[in-house]
């Protein structure tokens, strides 16, 4: 019987020095597994890291040109509103000349009348040049400097 119980503890002794065996097997796996997992996380933690930065530099670049494109739409804004007070204004002036061209024509055909008239009656030839000649340089000068008798 002594015998027996030897045999036996010396079947549980291999079997547990197997058991521990195969614990310290199968612990050395998991802590491998483990810094595999600790290496990959860490590669995750960089990547994660780096993209937000990515993200964050992308964000204030939106932002800056954002804030240009605003800039840009109110230079726009104000230049069209600027072209359309000038094309008023040279409409307003093509009006004008409109008028100074007709009133330019009006009085050409009044003189000329009164040219005719002169012709026509000789004894009258010298009082209205004296009456007409300052109006023809002043017709004159304001189709040179471009003013009218109105101005």
Same mark, same amino acid.
């Given at each position: 019987m002594q015998k027996l119980v030897q045999q036996k503890e010396s079947e549980w002794r291999e079997a547990q020095e197997l058991r521990n065996k195969s614990l310290q097997s199968s612990l050395k796996e998991k802590e491998r597994q483990l810094n595999n997992e600790k290496?990959?996380?860490r590669k995750l933690k960089e990547d994660f890291e780096y993209n937000l930065k %990515?993200? @964050?530099?992308r964000d204030q670049e939106l932002q800056r040109y954002d804030a240009l494109f605003?800039?840009?739409?109110?230079?726009?804004?104000?230049r069209d509103s600027e072209i359309s007070d000038l094309k008023v204004h040279l409409d307003d002036l093509r009006l004008?000349? %409109?008028? @100074?061209e007709k009133?330019?024509?009006e009085l050409q055909r009044h003189y000329q009348q009164v040219l005719n008239f002169i012709n026509l009656h000789p004894g009258f030839k010298f009082l209205p040049m004296l009456i007409v000649t300052p109006f023809f340089v002043l017709l004159r000068s304001s189709c040179t400097t471009g003013h009218?008798?109105?101005d």
């Open positions: 290496v990959r996380f %990515l993200l @964050e530099e605003s800039q840009v739409r109110n230079i726009n804004s104000s004008k000349l %409109l008028h @100074e009133a330019k024509e009218t008798m109105q």
